[in-house]
């Protein structure tokens, strides 16, 4: 008999654990029986802070398991269409209502639109016809999207996947000695939002109190407050950008740096082809610096590609988890597998190697923890999970919980790129060699389809650009002052610079024309 709990099914009898803050240290445990649903895993990151707190356990994490029906599929009854630009809307409109259909979205960013037909059942079919179309560009499903997570049932109190190489983790301790994050730099998480205000049934997550947040959007309720519903997109986000040194909970890899909240999942953990593309062009499109997708689906879809190929030609840092379909015959997983635009991130375990559930292919860049809930390779009698805030079955409901998959690891890569930016690494093919160059190598030497390039190290990437000679006025480190540093100089223009800047050539803490006429004095001057 299978027994949904919280929507979430157990593969074996567990015990499972939630932590919260209290000042005595106690366990509630609850038993469940159930049997997992293996068709679909999902991700999420999680970190430990930098001093223990006590704790109370009790309750489970409802993390979402798509179903199988859901998983590959698509809206019944929706139809992307983009039709060619020189059709006029006259005669759209006259296409679109020779097949009984209405429009039900628009994209701003782009020519998009979302078509209603007039019989669910029919929508393939409807498809074919718009296809057909001389007028049209490309016409596609409205296909699910779900978020990489799997389930964990255990507490687990040690941040191994911050320390050093020598537990599995990413070197962060040293990295911080040299950069925290700046406020101006921005991460865009499109997930199932974050808890990030006080609205409505919605809370500020107490271990998000410090950490800065910028306008983001709903696009599934298509409103201005992307509160997350869901429990994933605060875990992701703390991950990123937890509170830090604030004397509670858990730490993030940038946390000085900004989080872009924008909700593309909904409460089920499934998001949607139209809506996933209009977060990449509104993240983009109101200045975020890199993107976070712990998301993906089995199917290539031109919408989401045409969407990231905007975002990657703006500058913007895409990093994607790889999947968590490797037991399930090691599927593509997209938007991971459009390499061209994006860092596909795979998991790797306590002892460095590649975890069981994580996807591998031609188009992997690099590992990060994602943890292994299933295994205690430290010893410390608890699986090797990673830890993070987020909340129970209520929005209000906040604990510590632990979780492991790609998109566990993904937030590390995302974190880590941004502290690049911080450090004044701008340009998006310098930042991915730094994280690639940088990385332990694990398996066969040099790249390889299980770890790509090897396990992230954020202290050697921001110290991969480390400049032997200076050039005042070099933005963007190519060493020669030119147009693309002034580019970058514009668009923090006025920028307050809270922590070390690229572009605050002259250190007084504010980008102005004081540091544009050191840029000019060193015009076209390549170093000596």
Request: proline share 6%; hydrophobic share 35%.
């Amino acid at each position: 008999m299978i027994v949904l709990i919280n929507k979430v099914f157990f593969e074996r009898p567990a015990e499972i654990i939630r932590i919260r803050q209290k000042t005595m240290l106690k366990y509630v445990k609850k038993t469940l029986n159930g049997i997992l649903r293996t068709g679909v895993k999902i991700t999420v990151a999680v970190i430990l802070p930098f001093t223990p707190v006590t704790s109370v356990a009790e309750d489970i994490f409802p993390l979402q398991h798509d179903s199988e029906e859901i998983h590959s599929g698509y809206v019944p009854g929706e139809i992307i269409v983009k039709f060619k630009p020189d059709i006029h809307p006259e005669t759209r409109n006259k296409i679109i209502g020779m097949y009984n259909c209405t429009v039900t979205g628009k994209c701003s960013f782009s020519d998009l639109q979302l078509l209603k037909t007039a019989e669910p059942e029919q929508t393939e079919k409807m498809l074919s016809m718009y296809q057909s179309h001389e007028e049209v560009e490309y016409a596609e499903l409205n296909h699910y999207f779900r978020q990489f997570l799997i389930p964990n049932d255990e507490l687990y109190p040690i941040q191994w996947n911050f320390k050093n190489d020598t537990y599995g983790g990413v070197n962060l301790e040293a990295a911080w000695d040299i950069q925290t994050g700046d406020p101006n730099v921005i991460i865009a998480v499109l997930d199932s939002g974050a808890a990030y205000e006080d609205f409505g049934i919605y809370r500020l997550a107490p271990d998000l109190a410090q950490t800065r947040f910028v306008p983001g959007f709903d696009f599934v309720n298509n409103d201005t407050h992307p509160n997350d519903d869901n429990g994933h997109g605060t875990h992701v986000t703390g991950t990123i950008a937890q509170s830090t040194n604030n004397g509670i909970g858990v730490a993030g890899v940038a946390f000085n740096c900004s989080i872009m909240p924008v909700k593309v999942i909904n409460s089920e953990g499934i998001g949607e082809t139209f809506e996933i593309a209009n977060g990449i062009y509104y993240a983009t499109d109101n200045g975020a610096n890199v993107i976070n997708m712990s998301l993906g689906t089995d199917v290539n879809t031109r919408t989401i590609r045409d969407a990231l190929q905007y975002a990657y030609n703006n500058g913007v840092i895409i990093v994607c988890a790889m999947g968590n379909d490797f037991e399930q015959g090691n599927p593509l997983s997209y938007p991971a597998a459009y390499d061209d635009y994006c860092i596909a991130v795979g998991a790797t375990r306590f002892n460095k190697t590649r975890a069981s559930y994580s996807n591998t292919g031609d188009h992997i860049d690099i590992v990060a923890p994602g943890g292994d809930t299933g295994l205690d390779q430290n010893g410390d009698g608890r699986p090797d999970g990673i830890l993070q805030q987020t909340f129970g079955e209520e929005p209000d409901d906040f604990g510590y919980y632990f979780a492991d998959g790609t998109s566990t690891a993904a937030p590390h890569v995302s974190g880590a790129a941004a502290l690049l930016i911080s450090n004044g690494v701008i340009d998006p093919d310098m930042i991915r060699e730094a994280l690639e160059q940088t990385s332990e190598d694990l398996g066969p030497p040099g790249w390889d389809t299980e770890y790509g390039w090897g396990l992230l190290n954020i202290e050697a990437a921001l110290k991969y650009f480390e400049p032997t000679t200076v050039v005042p006025g070099d933005i963007n480190g190519d060493m020669i002052v030119d147009f693309d540093d002034i580019a970058l100089l514009a668009e923090q223009w006025q920028y307050i610079a809270i922590t070390p800047l690229a572009t605050d050539i002259n250190g007084d803490h504010i980008v102005n024309f004081k540091d544009f006429a050191l840029l000019a004095q060193n015009w076209k001057n390549p170093p000596p």
